[in-house]
Structure formats: C-alpha cells, structure tokens
C-alpha cells in the first residue's frame, strides 16, 4: 500500500468501510446464531470457535487500517483516517456483544490500539494544513483581486473537517498531547483563539476547546497569509478589493456551515462582518474620494461669476480620471454577487448625485453645441451604465455614452 497513489486507496478505504459495517452488522450476528445452533449445549466450545472467527476476520481488517495508516501524511488523507476512526470505534460495540468475557479483553486492547495510532494520525494531518498554509508563499498576485485558491482551499477543507465535528472534538479529546506555551503565546494571544474560547467550558468539554482552538489557528493563519498577498497589489484599491473577495469568502463559507458557525462563535463573525466594512469604506475613501474632489464647487466662482477655464478642467479632469477607473476597475472581479451589487450601489449612492448636481449647476456655462459635448461627456445615466460594469472581469467597452 505504501507503494500505491493515494486515489485508488481511498476507493479501498471505501470499500473497507463497507466490509467493516457488514461484517459487525450483518455477518457477525449470522455466524454467532449457526455456532450456537450447531453447537447448542456446550457454550465453551461455541464461544471458541465464534473467538477465534471473530479474531481472524479482525485482524485483517485492523492490518488494513494499519496498512493505511502507514502512508505518508498529508492533508487530503484526514477524511478517510476520520472514516476508519469511526467505522471502528462504532463497529467494536457490536462486535463486543457477541464476544464472551475472555475475548473482550483481546479485542478491546487490539481495536484502542489502532484507534490511538489512528488518533496520532489524524492530529498529525490536520496540522499539515497549518504547514500548507505556512508554505504557500507565493510572489503572484491572483489576477483582479479574486478569491485566492487557498482561501478555497482551506475554507472547504475546514467545511467538510466541520462535518466531522464530534469525531474530531473526540480526537482531540482523547490523543491530543498539550502544546507547551511559548512566551510569545503569553504576550500575543491570538484573535481567534480568545473568541472561539469566549464561551466555553474547558474543564466540560475539553475536546470542543481543543478543535476550537486549532481552529483558530489556522483562521489566524489565512488571515496572515492572504494579508501579506494583498500588499503584492501596487493599487492600494485593488488591495482592498482582494481583502474584501477573501474576506466575503471565508465570512459566507463559515456562516453556510452549522458547525463552523457555532464553533467560532458569534464575535467572531461579528469582527469579522466589521472588518468587511472597513474594507469597503476604505476603498471607496481610496478611490471615489480623489474623483469627488474635481466636483468640487471652492474655487470656482469669483465675485458672484464663474471661472470658466477653472471649471473646464474640473470636467476634464472628472472625464479622465472616471475614465480610467472604469477601463482599469470593469477587469477587476467580484464574484459573490451580494457583494459586487453592494459595491455598485454604493458608488452610485456617492457618485451619481453628486455629478447631477455639479452638471445641473453649471453645465449652462458652456456654449450649447460642441462646447458642451467637449467637456459634457457622461450624462448622469451613462456613469450609472459604467458603475454597472465595473467588477466583472472582462475589459471595459468605451464609447457608451447618450
């Protein structure tokens, strides 16, 4: 097995799962009634025999748990070791009902030694994705500020280690050896380790505090890694955007999934909603800002007149840069769709009134004709056409003007 790729393992370990359930359930009951019926009466006899077949068949099937167990760590392998964990640990009960006083014993002690290799062993894969996480230091930033593929990874990875909530809390319950404190620990605590604790009873539940806890960690290691991916973005806007995607996506997987919810808590996700918004606020700071400062109406009127070379640069200057922002922001992407529609409506909310009124205030200063096409070049529909495009993905269409 140590030889063989991990793909058609996983296909045994199903097919494993499968024998081991029809055997406790099944075989076993069927075996233990024929042995009784033939050797009705001598109940020593009988219980040797269904021992020793119960101690055959098992011992293949714990050398194949053992055989998996010997593959090389890595984390793709946890939700298989969880699979054998369980089908062990729910199959030894009804075997034990079967078994006479002198076989428990040997059975007992065989099955929870597997179980706390097995134990060891998921312990061991699950950190390999704090190791994967740590690893991944790549220099090249995910085009138009998308969701990074390991925010993807690591948010579905946590989904599906979440539908194995209670084995895990068992785990870490019963095989988790105590991490020593560093002094570091002691000075720095992390975010998500003091929220995912807020409300739980260590002494009660100590495996719940335990997958909390590593939990956390892995939160607070994202976090680390996707806020170090977004510096590598020179436009400090499309940063932002990058935090906010990886930020939504990691906020909708966690709120999408009960047991992930519940684990990290309610001031987690409302930390978590908060620094969405600052992100939000603060790209529209960093972007909208610069643009609403040539609507400006300080400086242009002079004794009751208005300056008309200072205005047509504010027109140009507004005609310029929103042009670039649109060509520049329509390439980047915004794939939830709540998110994108909040970002649009925004903008419009900020953007579009204020241009109305700027134009309807001093669009009669031009000469009608050529003059006012010149530096008129959106009307107030056509940059709500133009927000409408933004975040997509895909290069801006010039030209859609009324």
């Known amino acids: 097995m140590q030889k063989m790729q991990w793909e058609p393992i996983e296909k045994e370990v199903s097919a494993w799962t499968k024998m081991f359930k029809d055997f406790t359930t099944s075989l076993l009951p069927s075996e233990r009634r024929l042995v009784d019926a033939v050797y009705e009466g001598n109940t020593a006899i009988s219980d040797r025999l269904f021992g020793n077949l119960a101690r055959i068949v098992l011992f293949y099937l714990f050398t194949f748990a053992e055989a998996v167990m010997m593959t090389k760590r890595a984390a793709e392998k946890l939700f298989k070791f969880l699979d054998i964990y369980e089908t062990i640990r729910d199959g030894i009960p009804e075997v034990e009902k079967y078994l006479s006083d002198d076989w428990l014993i040997q059975l007992r002690s065989a ?4 179980n706390n290799m097995l134990g060891e062993g998921i312990l061991t894969i699950f950190g390999e994705l704090e190791n994967s996480i740590r690893a991944d230091t790549s220099k090249t930033p995910v085009p138009g500020g998308a969701v990074h593929p390991l925010t993807r990874y690591t948010m579905n990875y946590l989904k599906l280690a979440c539908e194995y909530r209670d084995t895990l809390q068992q785990v870490f319950r019963e095989h988790k050896r105590t991490d020593p404190v560093t002094e570091s620990d002691c000075d720095h605590p992390s975010r998500s380790q003091e929220e995912a604790t807020e ?38 806007s499309l940063s932002l955007i990058f935090l906010m995607n990886n930020g939504r996506y990691i906020l909708q997987k966690t709120k999408g999934t009960g047991e992930m919810r ?41 004794n009751g007149k208005v300056l008309k070379p200072v205005l047509k640069e504010r027109f140009k200057s507004f005609n310029a840069m929103f042009e670039e922002i649109h060509k520049t922001q329509s390439t980047w992407v915004v794939s939830d769709e709540q998110l994108q529609s909040e970002l649009r409506v925004s903008i419009s909310a900020i953007v579009i009134p204020a241009y109305r009124s700027f134009m309807g205030r001093f669009s009669q200063v031009f000469t009608p004709g050529r003059q006012t096409e010149k530096y008129i070049k959106y009307q107030p529909e056509d940059i709500e056409t133009c927000i409408e495009e933004l975040f997509d993905g895909s290069p801006a269409q010039q030209g859609k003007k009324r």
């Open 262 to 302: 519940s684990l990290m808590g309610d001031p987690w996700v409302r930390k978590r909603s908060s620094d969405l918004r600052s992100y939000h606020t603060n790209y529209k700071r960093e972007t909208w800002t610069k643009l609403l400062q040539c609507l400006s109406h300080e400086g242009l009127n002079v």
């Open 199 to 236: 409300n739980l009873d260590d002494e009660n539940n100590p495996g719940s505090s335990s997958f909390q806890m590593q939990l956390g960690r892995v939160m607070d290691l994202l976090d680390a890694n996707l806020e170090a991916k977004s510096k590598l973005y020179k436009d400090q």
């Open 111 to 114: 099955a929870s030694l597997i």
